[in-house]
């Protein structure tokens, strides 16, 4: 099969993830039968574990592996979810393949989970540890959407400031039904407890105005 | 679409940011002028750094790019691409994902306040924030944003598979936007308040469509919907009367206001706020330049924002030669 990355990508990748400090997994679940894209995204997370010592793939299947699924909170397929260096779910999931633009959020979630902690100003921190209710953040994108990266690493970055705190991002085309429950026709759409939405490449503080406002 | 596009500067660290206590010149904004500009600046010696929420600019908003010189056809991102990594070689500095708050000028130098809570001093600045989509300005625009109403073809024209959608615009970017949509919507609306703006070439592939149907001299006067909208009423110019059709998107390409809200109470802009240079690129501050989108030049492509940026670079280095002059008793602020 083609690679998907060619050799510059390739070699750029691997500078980029040679700033990975720890070790990180990632769990993929897929599906027999028809899953769109499973194969694709099965294809790219192994490209990129072939990039970096620091990263691991396991490869899930969503019937056979119910309870693990269960677990990481994975129904859809393709879905796979970042373990920290200690095997530990912090609420960092992609749901349908990051490719296109979406490849910025995924390698920033490899850097971060692997110890490259963003740095925020002190009372954002604060803000984001006083959490404690359990939040999910929906981040709808589509692959040729430039600001859409940004609105996943901010759910993301949430999540693994704050237990409480998942972020997911939902490929809309993969996940077209999904996408038409919650009436995505533009995107970034962020769909907070799937209640309270917003749209647009918003700064992190929107997140937490909208979760305090809960 | 291309299927990996990778954002190079994602790499680049603000390390540079928190040690340069004073910089030659500072650029605001990552699109072809701001890139340009660090190029040319670099090459000249000066210390410079970039500053901007997202690198590459409206290059990202753009599917086909043939009309910058060098480049039959290349993808905007693809060609941002290149900028990026020529400017990469160089090892300019970019500082991403931030925002400037405000600009403070200090005579003669200027201090920036970002949104992460850094501030940065510098002695000459440019503006090459670019601009944003413009409004319509129509009762139900703002409540159908998302819900229908769009202002970037390549993010969400998927969502508009088989289905009807209206482009309002008569520009190269209204053009662009109804080719790329073609491959998606069943059918295609054009309306727009005038004459055709856009390039020859682009008209010729729109006319050789068989799902695109144009209203010219036609006044978009109102989004309607329920949950989602589901049209629009124009008034038709020639024949005097109003009418609605019916769509399930509105693409607005209307052209792009200025981002010079930063500058805005500082140097002259011209009433539709867009930044007045001289022929050096230079504002009515000494020290502060504009180029690209933001200023009054008239026609907003990347060729021109590009060459723009080189020309404020090369004025820059000018000034920091011969005019600038450090505080009376030589310290940093
Ligand atoms: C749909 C579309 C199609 C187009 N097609 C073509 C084409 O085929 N050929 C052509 O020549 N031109 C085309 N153009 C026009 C071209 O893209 C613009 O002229 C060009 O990008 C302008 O460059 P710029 O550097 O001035 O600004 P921009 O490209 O707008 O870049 C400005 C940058 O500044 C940043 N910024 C703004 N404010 C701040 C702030 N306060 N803090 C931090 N950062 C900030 C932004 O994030 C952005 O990255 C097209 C435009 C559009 C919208």
């Known amino acids: 099969m083609a690679k998907l990355f060619n050799e510059e990508v390739q070699k750029q990748l691997k500078e980029i993830l040679a700033q990975t400090q720890e070790k990180i997994t990632l769990v993929l679940f897929t599906k027999e039968g028809s899953c769109p894209t499973c194969s694709e995204t099965k294809q790219l997370l192994e490209e990129v574990t072939e990039l970096s010592d620091n990263i691991d793939l396991e490869l899930k299947d969503l019937e056979r592996d119910q309870s693990l699924a269960k677990q990481y909170g994975v129904t859809l397929t393709p879905s796979f979810v970042i373990l920290n260096a200690k095997g530990e779910y912090k609420g960092v999931k992609f749901n349908g393949i990051p490719a296109g633009h979406e490849i910025n959020s995924f390698v920033s979630a490899l850097l971060e989970m692997s110890g490259m902690t963003p740095k925020f100003q002190e009372n954002i921190v604060k803000r984001i540890e006083k959490i404690n209710q359990p939040v999910n953040i929906k981040v709808f994108v589509t692959l040729g959407c430039p600001h859409c990266p940004g609105a996943v690493q901010n759910a993301h970055r949430l999540a693994m400031l704050n237990e409480n705190i998942e972020g997911e991002m939902i490929e809309a085309q993969t996940f077209a039904e999904l996408s038409n429950k919650f009436n995505v026709s533009g995107v970034p759409k962020i769909v907070i407890n799937d209640k309270y939405e917003f749209v647009g490449n918003q700064p992190i503080e929107t997140y937490l105005e909208q979760i305090e406002n809960m | ?333």
């Open chain 2, 1 to 333: 679409m291309k299927l990996i596009n990778l954002n190079l500067e994602s790499t680049v660290t603000s390390s540079d940011f928190d040690r340069v206590v004073k910089w030659d010149l500072l650029i605001i904004g990552g699109g072809p002028a701001g890139l340009n500009a660090a190029l040319y600046a670099k090459r000249k010696g000066l210390t410079c750094g970039i500053i901007s929420k997202e690198i590459g600019g409206q290059l990202h908003n753009t599917t086909d790019v043939d009309n910058y010189l060098g480049y039959k056809l290349i993808e905007g991102k693809d060609l941002s691409h290149q900028f990026v990594n020529h400017v990469n070689s160089l090892e300019v500095p970019i500082y991403k994902d931030v925002n400037v708050l405000s600009i403070e000028v200090m005579n003669p130098d200027f201090k920036i306040s970002l949104d992460d809570g850094k501030v940065l001093y510098s002695k000459t600045l440019l503006m090459a924030t670019g601009g944003m989509p413009k409004k319509l300005a129509v009762p139900g625009e703002e409540f159908y944003a998302n819900k229908g109403v769009s202002y970037c073809t390549t993010c969400d024209a998927p969502f508009f598979k088989d289905k009807h959608v209206i482009v309002a615009g008569g520009g190269n970017s209204a053009a662009e936007a109804i080719l790329d949509l073609s491959h998606w919507a069943q059918h295609i609306t054009v309306v727009h308040r005038s004459q055709w703006r856009a390039d020859k070439i682009l008209l010729d592939k729109i006319y050789a469509l068989n799902n695109v149907t144009v209203h010219l001299e036609t006044q978009l006067l109102e989004v309607f919907g329920e949950a989602q909208m589901t049209g629009v009423k124009v008034f038709d110019k020639t024949t005097k009367q109003e009418k609605t059709i019916a769509a399930q998107g509105l693409f607005i390409e209307i052209g792009n206001l200025p981002k010079s809200h930063l500058v805005r109470d500082l140097v002259q802009t011209n009433p539709q706020g867009e930044i007045i240079v001289d022929e050096n690129q230079m504002t009515s501050v000494p020290g502060l330049y504009a180029a690209g989108d933001v200023t009054q030049q008239v026609f907003k492509q990347i060729v021109i924002s590009a060459a723009d940026g080189a020309k404020a670079a090369l004025a820059a280095t000018q000034y920091l030669n011969q005019t600038y002059k450090e505080n009376s008793n030589g310290e940093i602020i």
